[in-house]
């Protein structure tokens, strides 16, 4: 008889699990950078964002639908190529996550928003700045920082009226995100009266400049406008100091604009030339970034770039959505995302019936000591 109610107790106890069990629902949310090949600091800084807000929202006891959630991160890699990028948003539309973060690049992001567009999810960019990812008009489509007509007339407008240059030679890596940046900049600069005196195409995997600097360098120009990132861009100043340019002014956007391009510039004084660009507020400047930025700096010491403040914000965006429609059904909640009044750590998120970011904000720098310091 004792027997018989230990094993009565022991299938009550089985039974009640269970049923707690059937009222949690696991809602994945997808993640793609590169955090592999030499991006891979983008990369895991991005990751590491929507990691911390995933964290953070298990700990809040949502629930949804009358289930309490359970948050997880699918987190892919697509080394910043584009047929991998497809690969990995084909890979999370077949799991079936509630929405997607990502990706860096616009090479990638481009074609993948197709992908998400087909399959009916949502992806939030904090990152990929190229103005043609909203174009197609896709209603799965978002970015929640400025593009790069923001960049790219900044750059050039403070090239002219602030430090009042005359020629700029133009170099760009033929990535979708160079090759918009530098376009824009360029187009922006002969409107001001910039002359440009030479335009040079290199890649996003270069690491010898010299022969384009070479023949930039008998233009004489005043400044360098680099569309790229910051492993060549890196390289790239070393080489200008090598050179001696070291009196030319270097510009270029958030692709260059990160704490790791010290370190990749090796020293060189050149840095001491650079003018970038970033969508948003400087971090001290965002409405949550300087406490934020505590937090991440004892989670992830020493990681942080750019972009994982936009990733945060993305994540925490995505379950905010949802928890307006009450429900993670993409169909159901793509129209609240789209109503979206969210007070982010970076901005306060409204969107454009585009996707586009309302008021987007930009931010130039420069590196005083090696360190980035925002100018505005």
């Not at 809040?60 to 697509?78: M, V």
């Not at 990929?128 to 960049?151: E, M, Q, S, V």
Request: include cysteine; aromatic fraction near 8%; charged fraction near 20%.
């Amino acid at each position: 008889m004792q027997m018989k109610l230990k094993l009565t107790a022991a299938a009550v106890l089985t039974l009640v699990a269970g049923a707690v069990m059937a009222q949690e629902q696991v809602i994945k949310i997808g993640h793609v950078g590169p955090v592999s090949g030499p991006q891979a600091h983008y990369g895991k800084d991005n990751e590491n964002g929507s990691r911390m807000a995933i964290e953070e929202l298990n700990t809040q006891n949502i629930t949804i639908n009358g289930k309490k959630i359970k948050w997880e991160i699918q987190a892919e890699d697509d080394a910043a190529d584009p047929k991998q990028g497809t690969a990995a948003a084909q890979k999370l539309c077949d799991a079936k996550v509630a929405g997607v973060v990502g990706h860096l690049n616009s090479g990638t992001t481009i074609p993948a928003s197709k992908v998400y567009n087909d399959c009916g999810i949502p992806h939030v960019t904090g990152a990929a700045t190229n103005p043609a990812l909203t174009k197609p008009g896709y209603k799965t489509t978002f970015r929640i920082i400025a593009n790069d007509l923001a960049l790219g007339a900044g750059l050039a407008n403070y090239a002219a009226d602030a430090l009042k240059l005359k020629k700029i030679a133009v170099i760009d890596d033929r990535t979708a995100y160079g090759q918009g940046v530098a376009d824009v900049f360029k187009a922006t600069a002969k409107k001001k009266g910039i002359q440009i005196v030479d335009e040079q195409f290199t890649t996003d995997k270069a690491t010898d400049f010299m022969a384009i600097l070479t023949a930039i360098k008998s233009k004489n120009p005043d400044g360098v406008f680099f569309g790229g990132m910051d492993p060549q861009a890196g390289p790239m100043l070393r080489q200008m100091e090598q050179l001696g340019m070291a009196n030319v002014k270097y510009f270029g956007g958030d692709g260059i604009c990160t704490t790791e391009i010290a370190k990749l510039s090796g020293g060189a004084k050149t840095l001491g030339n650079v003018v970038c660009a970033e969508g948003g507020a400087s971090i001290q400047k965002m409405p949550g970034g300087t406490a934020w930025k505590a937090k991440y700096d004892a989670k992830y010491p020493g990681q942080f770039q750019v972009y994982s403040p936009y990733t945060y914000d993305a994540t925490m965006l995505l379950a905010d959505a949802m928890k307006r429609a009450n429900s993670w059904d993409p169909k159901v909640y793509i129209p609240k995302l789209a109503e979206s009044n969210y007070k982010g750590v970076t901005s306060n998120i409204q969107f454009e019936p585009n996707g586009e970011l309302k008021n987007a904000a930009i931010t130039l720098y420069v590196y005083k000591d090696g360190k980035k310091t925002p100018l505005n």
